[in-house]
């Protein structure tokens, strides 16, 4: 479902990715670690197509090219949340469902936010009141804007799931529900790589793929991996 070859992004000092080669089958779950600036956000990016790398190869369930179609099935939770502001909860979480809907259903949800149900079972699924629906974003804490992200990439229903350490403001117990939620959505035809700052969590995943100056250090099942492995990483 992913496929980077040889993917190289340029950089101010040096290169954000060198050289990197990384592949995604449906059902695999990837965690990405490294230390700060070791470009695991900037990978998120080249597999959500934001980013086009200056010299290598990326494909998307088999083609080159990131077509409308496809990009509906990409979904990303970015560190920054990419909320929309000045808008209720219910109408954040409806744009993870924008790219599935006819032009009539996004003209309608302009006017009267639609499928309250989904959107309320999607807040249950994160451990938020249904109430919260019709309340402006500007309300909520940094917490619930962070698990209303999270909703929202289930509204979606995406195949390739992309996640940039969304679980770095919650309380360790709530973090480690929704991670559990997360590792469950990537059955096939889902796959999961998600950039994560535990590394007590890393055995819960089928791979770890450890990023040092935006080169690939290892691509390794957990249990392969040694406490020299992440010193290495991190020094």
Same mark, same amino acid.
């Given at each position: 479902m992913l496929e980077l070859r040889d993917v190289t992004v340029p950089g101010r000092e040096r290169p954000r990715l060198r050289g990197l080669s990384l592949s995604l089958k449906p059902g695999e779950r990837v965690a990405l670690v *490294? /230390? %700060?600036? /070791? *470009?695991?956000s900037t990978l998120l990016a080249v597999a959500n197509g934001l980013i086009q790398p200056s010299s290598g190869s990326v494909q998307w369930f088999g083609e080159p090219r990131l077509r409308r179609r496809l990009r509906s099935r990409i979904g990303t939770l970015w560190q920054d949340l990419r909320l929309i502001e000045g808008i209720s909860v219910q109408h954040n979480l409806n744009t993870g469902r924008l790219a599935a809907w006819s032009w009539w259903q996004v003209l309608l949800n302009l006017l009267q936010p639609l499928e309250s149900r989904p959107c309320a079972e999607a807040l249950a699924q994160v451990e938020l009141d249904a109430s919260l629906l019709p309340l402006p974003l500007s %309300?909520? %804490? *940094? *917490? +619930? =804007? +962070? =698990?209303v992200a999270l909703a929202r990439l289930l509204r979606q229903n995406a195949e390739l799931l992309l996640a940039d350490e969304p679980l770095a403001q919650l309380d360790p117990p709530l973090a480690r529900r929704l991670l559990q939620l997360l590792l469950g959505l990537a059955m096939p035809p889902r796959g999961l790589l998600m950039s994560l700052h535990r590394s007590d969590w890393l055995e819960d995943f089928d791979r770890v793929v450890g990023l040092r100056h935006g080169e690939l250090l290892f691509d390794c099942p957990p249990s392969a991996l040694s406490a020299a492995d992440l010193e290495q990483l991190y020094s």
């Open positions: *490294g /230390a %700060s600036g /070791a *470009g695991k %309300s909520l %804490s *940094g *917490g +619930q =804007r +962070q =698990r």
